[in-house]
């Protein structure tokens, strides 16, 4: 299995959702979150899974998981096709559960992508 490439999604708009969190975090959160996106594009997908860097939230997005003594970082993500897999945004978790409004973000983001790339 190929290893994966995570791209962050720049909207029509011109803005970058994930950019715009990442920015925004402190400076070791900012480090931390960098940090495990480029362990998962350097061991795969399996091993994030078993280390619970990345999970699966739906049958359309999933989360990937960063955290800095109390404060935890997610950026949500889908996959397009093969080793290709789109950051749609980051938020930061203050609940048990993903919040709903965050996977819906997320849906909405991939629809925009879709509909975008539909070439």
């Known amino acids: 299995m190929k290893k994966p490439k ?12 994930f950019l715009i969190f990442y920015k925004k975090l402190p400076k070791k ?10 362990m998962i594009q350097e061991k795969g997908l399996l091993i994030a899974k078993e280390m619970e860097w990345i999970k699966k939230i739906d049958n359309e ?8 003594s109390s404060n935890i970082q997610r950026a949500l993500y889908f996959h397009v096709k093969d080793d290709r897999f789109i ?7 203050k609940t048990q559960k993903t919040p709903l409004k965050e996977i819906a973000k997320a849906k909405s983001i ?10």
Do not use: C, M
């Open 6 to 17: 995570f791209e962050f999604y720049t909207r029509p708009n011109g803005n970058n959702e």
């Open 61 to 68: 997005i999933y989360e990937i998981r960063s955290k800095v």
């Open 29 to 38: 959160d900012q480090a931390k979150l960098f940090a495990t996106i480029d």
């Open 87 to 93: 950051i749609t945004h980051g938020f930061t978790k």
């Open 110 to 119: 991939k629809r925009e992508f879709e509909e975008e790339n539909n070439d």
